[in-house]
Nanobody, 126 residues
Framework: QVQLVESGGGLVQAGGSLRLSCAASGRTFSIYTMGWFRQAPGKEREFVAVIRGSGGNTYYADSVKGRFTISRDNAKKTVYLQMSNLRPEDTAVYYC???????????????????WGQGTQVTVSS
């Protein structure tokens, strides 16, 4: 079992940067695939980025590629989302998610993840 707590959200102007953190509990953090998702008001939760347990494989949504970077520190049991060149359309609640048994074809699917954090609000003003 793993519990997730996000932090780092806030209000930023367009073009600015934020770094989100997701701290995990449990002893086996390194074997979990970790994902970031976001949900804007009135919209479905959407995939943002994912990183494998070893940290060697990362994947991004096309909308954030080149602007966002996902990384993890297994010793600190923390996954990060560095967000740069933020746009108003990035405004959403950002969620961290974890799962042990994801395959490549399901890593972008919210329903595939068993563990979720409470979310952190990111607001980008124009």
């Amino acid at each position: 079992q793993v519990q997730l707590v996000e932090s780092g959200g806030g209000l930023v102007q367009a073009g600015g940067s934020l770094r989100l953190s997701c701290a995990a509990s449990g002893r086996t953090f390194s074997i979990y695939t970790m994902g970031w998702f976001r949900q804007a008001p009135g919209k479905e939760r959407e995939f943002v980025a994912v990183i494998r347990g070893s940290g060697g494989n990362t994947y991004y949504a096309d909308s954030v590629k080149g602007r966002f970077t996902i990384s993890r520190d297994n010793a600190k049991k923390t996954v990060y989302l560095q967000m740069s060149n933020l746009r108003p359309e990035d405004t959403a609640v950002y969620y961290c998610a974890a799962d042990r048994y994801l395959i490549l074809s399901t890593m972008r699917t919210a329903e595939a993840y068993d563990h979720w954090g409470q979310g952190t609000q990111v607001t980008v003003s124009s």
